[in-house]
């Protein structure tokens, strides 16, 4: 079991329990597989962690509030949007609350009292609102989220008072207009309108038989392959420890990593380290995959990232210095030596060991030919150890 800060989201969906008494089972799977594929791309998109479902209920975990509240905007936008595209009984609404601190997660359940009061103010809130806790208002940027108080709540179960705030909906917005004017969803990249035909379509492709059609057995042999690969690496619990960029650059989703990415550091800040890394972990992603990235790009970001604290960036850089590769061995050295930092010296030694310097020339003619056609060398250590010279320099006090 462990304990760490989070936002916790629940979503539950109007009238959801009334309307099973009346349709059948299958009526009832397909609102929520609908309700899935309306939701789940925007969780993702911003980085959410589904813990659980509960029915039609969400639990989802956020690392900061900005983001958590800018997705739970999107979600709205784009039920709204659906709404207006369908007939009213096919319309999907829903509440949302949230609340920040700290939570137990233990056996793929999270716990803790900012579950409780979540689901404390979920109860509160109207269908297409989004209510949520002081914490999170004093955690978030306003500049990005536009929210007014609603004062101080008596809530059931709880003791005292809760002083509480939602997100402001538009002041322009009108019938058909988005309700949140698209502060959150003009965030995610590439997500399709939700169309009617386009989104039966995709619940069909779900609902069909495994092994009907070569795509389908290709669909299928791919998720084997990813499970296989989870299951020999921890399975699910170390999967869920990666960040949700991370996650999608392994499985080669590099549109809803950049997204991730960008999520993030609408959080954390445009150098933040860990959104450096990311994008340098992302752009070498796509340099081995032939999709338009390049390791010089990438190890930019790594320099940066550990020039900013992030030690994930400066193991990378020294992962690269023995590429097989010699201009990515010279790239990372000269990264490394560019992040500035104390932990670059003892990756930049062992560069400069695994490639000592050149011998003397033996006489003119030698030197001569090492200067038309070089000396067979990749220079990679010749980086490094100039790299060492700059550090020893930087830091020469500290080192002593």
Excluded at 61 to 80: E, K, M, N, V, Y
Aim: hydrophobic share 45%; aromatic share 4%; net charge neutral.
């Amino acid at each position: 079991m462990r304990t760490e800060s989070q936002v916790v989201m629940l979503t539950d969906m109007k009238g959801f329990t009334a309307a099973t008494s009346r349709q059948t089972r299958q009526e009832n799977a397909r609102m929520l597989a609908l309700h899935d594929a309306l939701l789940m791309p925007v969780i993702e998109a911003f980085g959410g962690r589904r813990v659980k479902s509960i029915g039609d209920a969400y639990l989802v975990l956020f690392p900061a509030p900005t983001g958590a509240l800018l997705c739970a905007a999107a979600i709205q936008d784009r039920l709204a949007d659906h709404a207006r595209r369908v007939v009213e009984g096919d319309r999907i609404e829903v509440r949302i609350a949230l609340a920040m601190g700290e939570v137990r997660l233990d056996g793929g359940d999270v716990f803790g009292e900012a579950v409780n009061l979540a689901a404390r103010i979920e109860g509160q809130a109207e269908p297409g609102e989004i209510w949520f806790s002081e914490a999170l208002y004093w955690a978030l940027d306003r500049a990005r989220v536009p929210v007014e108080e609603l004062g101080w709540r008596p809530l059931d179960g709880l003791k005292e008072e809760v002083r509480l705030f939602r997100v402001l909906k538009a002041a322009t917005a009108t019938a058909g207009d988005l309700p949140y004017a698209g502060i959150g969803l003009d965030l995610v990249a590439g997500l399709a309108p939700p169309e009617p035909e386009r989104l039966q379509q995709a619940l069909a492709r779900r609902r069909a038989p495994a092994g009907r059609g070569r795509g389908r057995v290709a669909v299928a042999a791919k998720g084997l392959v990813v499970l296989a690969v989870l299951a020999a690496a921890g399975a699910g619990t170390w999967w869920l420890t990666l960040p949700a960029a991370e996650r999608a650059v392994r499985l080669g989703r590099y549109e809803a990593a950049r997204v991730a990415i960008e999520a993030l550091a609408l959080e954390r800040g445009q150098e933040d380290p860990q959104v450096l890394f990311l994008r340098g972990r992302l752009e070498l992603a796509r340099a081995d995959a032939g999709a338009g990235g390049t390791p010089r790009t990438a190890y930019h970001h790594w320099s940066r990232a550990g020039a900013a604290g992030s030690r994930e960036a400066v193991a990378a850089l020294a992962r690269e210095g023995h590429a097989p590769e010699c201009q990515r061995r010279r790239l990372a050295a000269r990264a490394l030596a560019d992040s500035r930092v104390r932990e670059a010296l003892a990756p930049l030694e062992a560069l400069a060991e695994a490639e000592p310097p050149a011998p003397e020339p033996d006489g003119a003619l030698e030197r001569v030919r090492r200067a038309v056609v070089g000396d067979g060398r990749c220079g990679a250590g010749d980086i490094a150890r100039q790299g060492i010279a700059e550090l020893e320099a930087l830091h020469r006090g500290a080192l002593r």
